[in-house]
């Protein structure tokens, strides 16, 4: 597994934001040397309260799951060979762009454009693909290294293939699922990766827009620091018998939202900062 960290100075920064996880509820809990039942939920309780409060970068789960080649913790480099050596012959792909978030914030020249080798710089995302058969892959940003955290597919299935014959390519590339479940014209399969599963198979339903993971901690049933990694398919049959559509998830639910926590606070420095180098410059003297 990865620290999702970009370097050094970032995890000096990013420090201010992580919020201490100890054991103080439990032993808070005990009372002459004995625990009862109410004790210990409230313990339980007091501590996923302080994991659900720590807005640190998250371990990217190492899973040997992919899709079209792309797989967790991946570099935006690595993800890219990944799809184009995997991608079918008629899809095309997008390059990969830098950016940085001083960029985003407009505290840098708009004729900057940043490379690989910019101080800082990231790839938000990639995608390949034509009209709407697409893989999109999604990249941890700053202060966490910038390496893939999720992957999304949306295909419509051009040939004849049975909801039995595409099950069983699912099984026989990731092994047979944790979980399946039919609703309607829908088949959905989850296969599940160390730890709590965070994201119900129900809200899995493909969505008429590219339906993404969620990223709000109402969305996350469960502390998002105990979230493990999920890949879900799920296959679309109006007739019953033959596909017509697929789309699959690739990801951390829990991952991603404790990052994208991280981003904004480590965002928010930036600015704070930018604002008092502001001040400290801002020595006009005025027209009295």
Request: hydrophobic share 35%; proline share 5%.
């Amino acid at each position: 597994m990865r620290l999702l960290m970009k370097s050094a100075a970032s995890a000096a920064a990013m420090s201010v934001f992580i919020v201490a996880c100890g054991s103080g509820g439990d032993e808070g809990a005990k009372s002459s040397g004995a625990v009862s039942d109410t004790a210990e939920t409230k313990a339980e309780s007091s501590q996923e309260l302080k994991i659900a409060s720590d807005t640190g970068p998250m371990i990217v789960d190492d899973v040997d799951a992919d899709i079209f080649g792309v797989k967790l913790g991946m570099t935006p480099e690595e993800a890219k060979a990944a799809l184009e050596e995997n991608k079918p012959e008629y899809w095309q792909g997008s390059a990969l762009v830098y950016n940085t978030l001083e960029q985003q914030m407009g505290l840098t020249d708009a004729m900057f454009k940043p490379t690989a080798e910019t101080p800082g710089a990231f790839v938000g995302t990639t995608s390949l693909g034509r009209g709407s058969d697409r893989v999109h892959v999604y990249f941890a940003l700053p202060p966490a290294e910038n390496v893939v955290q999720s992957v999304e597919r949306k295909e419509n299935i051009r040939g004849d293939t049975s909801v039995d014959v595409y099950r069983q390519a699912l099984v026989d590339k990731y092994g047979e699922p944790d979980e399946v479940d039919e609703a309607g014209a829908v088949m959905l399969l989850k296969w599940l990766y160390n730890g709590k599963d965070c994201n119900p198979l129900a809200s899995n339903l493909p969505a008429t827009k590219y339906q993404h993971w969620p990223t709000d901690a109402a969305s996350i049933p469960h502390s998002p620091r105990r979230c493990g990694t999920a890949l879900i398919y799920s296959l679309t049959a109006p007739s019953g018998d033959i596909v017509s559509n697929v789309e699959a998830k690739l990801g951390n639910v829990g991952q991603i939202y404790l990052n994208r926590e991280a981003t904004i606070a480590f965002r928010d420095e930036i600015q704070k900062k930018a604002q008092e180098e502001r001040v400290k410059q801002a020595t006009d003297a005025p027209d009295l």
